[in-house]
């Protein structure tokens, strides 16, 4: 059930605005500080998944491995995707505690 409350936040963040998806859009989002959180997903290629998680332990930014590609775009309204920001604290805030309860 957790699952289904991270990936409605997710799709209200989209449409909201307030999040980018793919590589590049969402390094250029870490590297210049507006995200907030940042989901790379389950079965992105272990080459995907050290890039970001060396960037956002450099940038000092939330990282989640999270469902797969096409559960990702999913929730997204769009193709599949391997990463995703999420540019407002809210929404990452909301979005890492049902990630975290999911988690224990």
Known sequence: MTGNIVL???GLATK???TASGEFLTEREVKSG???LVI???DASENT???FRNMCDYY???IYFYEDKDTLGHAMGKQF???LAVLDEGFAKGIR???DTEDS
């Open 40 to 42: 790379v997903a389950g």
């Open 8 to 10: 409605s936040l997710i």
């Open 16 to 18: 909201a605005g307030k």
């Open 60 to 62: 000092k930014v939330p």
């Open 97 to 99: 505690k049902h990630l």
């Open 34 to 36: 507006k995200a907030a």
């Open 49 to 51: 998944k050290k890039k």
């Open 81 to 83: 995707r391997a990463s």
